[in-house]
C-alpha cells in the first residue's frame, strides 16, 4: 500500500496534545485562497515536486511514525496525519491509524472533513482526536472562498461530536472573508447546531507565500497583513457570549 506524501515532520507541538509526528499527504479536494501549504494541493506528484513530495508504503511512514514514539509517552503526544487532505488516501490513512493504535500511540486527523460520509466514518474509528477546520458558516461564501460547499463538512461534524470523538473545530480567520462579527454570529450558530463547545481561532498569517514564488503561482492574499489575537478579541468574544469557548 502506497500514498503520496508531502513531508513527515517530527517535533511539532502545534497539531495536536502533546510532541507529536505530522504526516501532510498530497492532495485536498479544497482550493483555499489563503492556503499556506499550495504544494500540498495536487494529490499527483510533479505539480510543486521542488517543494518536496514522494511515493511511499505503509511500513516505511509507519517506522518514521514510531521512531519517536519515547517522545509521544513523555509527552502525551502522538501522530498526526494532515495535509493536504488524509482522507483522500482513505486506505492508507486508516491502515496506518490502525498500525498506530496496535502500537499504543494516540493518533489524530487534522481535516477539512470534505469527504464521503462512509470514509470519514471508517477512518474515524481509528482516530483518537480531530483538528476540524471550518472555513465559513454560509455555503456559497464557502464554495467562494474554497471552490466546494460546507454541506458535506457540516455533515461529518455533526456525526463525529454525535459519535463521542474528540473534535476541536478550527477557524481559520480571514480578512475579508469570514472575520466580521455577523460572520463569528454564523459560526456560533452552526457550531452549537453541532454540538461543539469549544473553537480555537486561527488568524491569518503570511508563513506561506514565499511558497507561491517558488511554485510561479498568483497569490491571493499577496501583501495582506497579518491578523493577531490582539486584533481579534472582540471576534473572540462573541463566540464566548453564545457559550462557546473560543481561544487563539
Not at 505503509?58 to 514510531?66: D, P, S
Not at 470519514?120 to 461564501?141: C, I, N
Not at 460546507?150 to 472573508?177: D, F, H, S, T
Not at 472575520?179 to 473553537?199: H, M, N, P, Q, T
Amino acid at each position: 500500500m502506497e500514498a503520496n506524501i508531502c513531508n513527515i515532520q517530527k517535533f511539532s507541538l502545534h497539531d495536536g496534545p502533546g510532541i507529536r509526528t505530522v504526516v501532510f499527504f498530497k492532495g485536498c479536494p479544497l482550493r483555499c485562497r489563503w492556503c499556506a501549504n499550495p504544494e500540498s494541493q495536487e494529490r499527483a506528484l510533479g505539480t510543486g515536486q521542488d517543494l518536496g513530495g514522494r511515493r511511499a508504503c505503509l511500513k516505511e511512514v509507519l517506522e518514521a511514525c514510531l521512531q519517536d514514539k519515547p517522545f509521544y509517552e513523555e509527552s502525551g503526544g502522538g501522530v498526526t496525519l494532515s495535509g493536504g487532505e488524509a482522507l483522500l488516501w482513505p486506505d492508507f490513512a486508516l491502515a496506518l491509524l490502525q498500525a498506530l493504535r496496535q502500537k499504543g500511540i494516540h493518533t489524530a486527523l487534522e481535516t477539512t472533513g470534505f469527504a464521503d460520509p462512509k470514509a470519514f466514518q471508517s477512518v474515524a474509528g481509528e482516530t483518537d482526536y480531530f483538528l476540524y477546520d471550518m472555513k465559513h458558516w454560509d455555503s456559497p461564501r464557502h464554495r467562494e472562498g474554497t471552490g466546494v460547499d460546507n454541506r458535506l463538512i457540516l455533515e461529518n461534524l455533526r456525526w463525529a461530536i454525535a459519535a463521542g470523538k474528540e473534535v476541536l473545530p478550527r477557524i481559520p480567520v480571514i480578512p475579508g472573508y469570514n472575520d466580521s462579527l455577523s460572520d463569528a454570529a454564523g459560526f456560533c450558530r452552526r457550531l452549537l447546531e453541532a454540538g461543539a463547545k469549544r473553537v480555537q481561532l486561527l488568524p491569518f498569517h503570511q508563513l506561506g507565500e514565499q511558497k507561491y514564488v517558488l511554485l510561479g503561482r498568483d497569490y491571493a492574499y499577496k501583501d495582506v497583513p497579518a491578523l493577531h489575537p490582539e486584533e481579534l478579541e472582540t471576534y473572540r468574544q462573541a463566540f464566548q457570549q453564545q457559550g462557546i469557548d473560543a481561544f487563539f
